[in-house]
């Protein structure tokens, strides 16, 4: 999916979306129902990619669950965020990913 697919740029170089259609429940754009209809099959894999990845990950540490008591303190850290970006990107760029990529 080209990623600039329902973008337009304007003259100052800011973007804006064109396909602002509400969907029939008026939660999503009618474009992103769309394009999750049309690329079901690749949404799926990229879930089930993520999960596994996750189940692998988890199965090296000790899960004892949030100790944060308080609602505002158990977001990820900047640092936290980074190391999964970095660990998505190593997984979604595996030679093993390669066939989902092109697809």
Sequence with gaps: VNEEEGLEVREDGSKFLTHTERSSD???LQYEEDLLQLHARKFEELNHGI???AAEAS???VSGGCLAQQPAARALTLEQLR???RAAKTFFLSPKQ???RED
């Design 98 to 100: 390669q066939q989902w």
């Design 83 to 85: 190391v999964m970006s």
């Design 59 to 61: 199965a090296h540490q």
């Design 26 to 28: 008026g939660q999503k």
């Design 51 to 53: 999960r596994q990845h």
